[in-house]
């Protein structure tokens, strides 16, 4: 990797912490990705993209605010990823999903509380993330109570931005989240002096449509048997998905698809044919958070789908592209934004829709429902999955844990026990 101590200084990262942080990495990388067998080609990109994590986007995206660009940081699928390319901004999501900086967040927040915050706030307080130090706003929102909370101390150190994300998805609730869009809208204006016009939002519209696509026919790829990618390469595209440039992430993504098409047509896989096929649903899984999906596909299944921020929630929904004035455009973001099931809502009986379909259109032997220790949310809702999934007569496996690997051993013995028994079903 070339020299980025003097980007990285310049931003004020902790330079020694953050060495030691890039140098564990690296190892984990190697065993979790690089010791995978018969990888597709088109990988060497998102490798590169993970080589150079803190390196060459951060170059990028700062080489952008020294022409006078602004970079907005995020923290969920339902902040609108269009309206800040419309104003002329670039973002970055910044979920985190390793332990950092626990001490400083310990002295701000309670211990028990949900690991992704902890991550988030742990890199900023300990100024360990050159992508939070590259922004001049963080948008937050209102979705679950540990966010919109730590929303309030965050602003204490950066200027933050909280859309009221609606809890139901009824008339009113419409409403209040179009005029939510609205204020984002008016907010990113005066970040970066530009107007959103109709033209530079249908360019946006288009731009995040393309990269939706792409991402979708990754995912499709996938209902093949075998699938000719793996889960956790597939879940390394949509963790990178966050923070890449757009229209070079798009290409090298449809890219990948035509090497997958053709291995597909080879009858090439990542594992033999007939190997058990997991769905997984619930907290997302920022980067680089590999764990499930490590001990899952060492234990002899495979991932064929997530339903997950970072998976199908991310892309299912296009954008309507049509509209005749601005203000179309925007109902039709606004609308776009509210379609995800995310368990912040109630009810939420269009996730259960979700996974019935990508079990279906997957053909999943099993499905794992993953919790973020803490989440409420998602802890609760998990009644409502297993409950439905029962009746289906679908196996499910519960796995709540954290970031740490301290049970990793007990997860995986879990794990391989499922996996046996939907061996034995099939
Ligand atoms: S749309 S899942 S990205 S809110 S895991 S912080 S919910 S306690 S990340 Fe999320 Fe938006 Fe929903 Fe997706 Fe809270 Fe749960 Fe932690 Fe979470």
Redesign the pocket.
Known sequence: MPDYESLWSGLGIDLKPHTELLEALLPLYQEVYLSQKNRPRGMEYFDFVVGEIHGLRVQELNDFRRQGGKVVGT????VPEELVLAAGGVYVGL?AGVEVGTAQVEAVLPRN?????KSFMGFKLARLCPYFESCDLLVG?T?????KKTFEILADYAPVHVME?PQKKEAPDQELWLAEIKKLVARLEELTGKKVTYESLRKAIWQLNAKRRALRRLAELRRADPPPISGLDALLIFQIAFYDDVERFTEKVNALCDELEERIHQGVGVVPPGTPRLLVTG??M?IPNWKLPHLAETSGAVIVAEE??TGY?YFQNLTEEEGGSLEELLVNVARRHLA?H???FTPNGGRLEDIERLIQEYRVDGVISY??S?????AVEHYQVEKFLKAQGVPVLKAETDYSMQDAGQLKTRIEAFVEMLRQKA
């Open positions: 923290f969920c699928i339902y979920c509380i949900c690991p992704l915050i929102e979705t679950c109570d540990g966010k994300v907290t997302p920022a997950l921020c929630r995800p995310c368990a912040c919790i973020l803490f989440c409420d949310p998602y």
